[in-house]
């Protein structure tokens, strides 16, 4: 059975270089295909490059993780400058969006000023016709839609998505893809998403090195525990498990054209 998948989100460059070496190895027997490696800032971006010029199953993003503190405009125009160079060598814009956790600890961050970075990461997005990946949840999701809608852009990933029933709604209408993390075999509140959520809409990821808890607690996440996911997502959709890694791996490869 062809049971391979892609993993749509994980920071490879944060795993140390010992653990990097292990997973490669281990990729194909645990069929994975490729992953789409985000960059959280200029240098992660130009390291996440590196890994992925000795290994073509890396497919690298360049991005500003927005739950850091706002980029110097030297930073800004290094990634810019970054992204057009290797526009053939990226995968996606990303990670992009806005600070939701960060403005839960200090309401008085500048969310303007975000808002404004992250149009300049849609517009680059726009200009080197890439799709674009999302850290925007909650009632931030809300912001970037009608960004997004403003400048034309469909192509949008919204990684570990969570909402209300209304913003998930939302980002339905405007045919979005969100990703679902291995916590979906734990977290009521992702099933239920995975439940409402149409299926040629959804990818599978890891977000690693983040760790997860219930059966993957004290693990390093590696891109195998998207099997479970899929699993879980075939139970949830009480659809056959291979039409469901054939759908999922699909619109991923369709997604960021890997
Ligand atoms: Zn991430």
Not at 160 to 185: M, R
């Amino acid at each position: 059975m062809n049971a391979s998948i892609v993993d749509a989100h994980i920071h490879f460059d944060l795993y140390q270089e010992e653990d990097r070496r292990k997973i490669l190895k281990s990729l194909e027997a645990n069929r994975i295909e490729s992953m789409v490696t985000v960059s959280s800032h200029l240098t992660s971006g130009i390291k996440n490059l590196m890994i992925a010029q000795d290994d073509k199953r890396i497919k690298p993003a360049l991005g500003y993780h927005p739950e850091q503190p706002l980029p110097s405009k030297e930073e800004i125009e290094g990634i810019t400058s970054l992204a057009r160079r290797y526009s053939s060598s990226i995968s996606a814009i990303g990670e992009v969006g806005l600070p939701y956790y960060s403005r839960k600890e200090d309401p008085s961050i500048d969310v303007e000023a975000y808002v404004n970075l992250l149009e300049h990461f849609i517009k680059l997005a726009a200009e080197l016709n890439k799709p674009i990946v999302l850290h925007a949840i909650y009632q931030d999701a809300e912001i970037v839609c009608d960004l997004l809608k403003k400048h034309n852009i469909r192509n949008a990933h919204f990684h570990w998505f969570k909402g209300s029933a209304a913003t998930t709604q939302t980002l339905i209408e405007n045919d979005h893809y969100i990703s679902v993390t291995p916590e979906c075999v734990y977290k009521p509140k992702i099933q239920k998403l995975i439940d409402v959520y149409p299926l040629n809409r959804i990818m599978v990821e890891t977000d690693g090195p983040w760790p997860f808890k219930g059966p993957f607690k004290d693990k390093m996440t590696h891109p195998a525990m998207m099997h479970d996911s899929i699993a879980k997502i075939s139970e949830i959709k009480g659809l056959p498990l291979q039409m469901v890694y054939h759908i999922i791996q699909q619109n991923t490869v369709k997604f960021f054209r890997i």
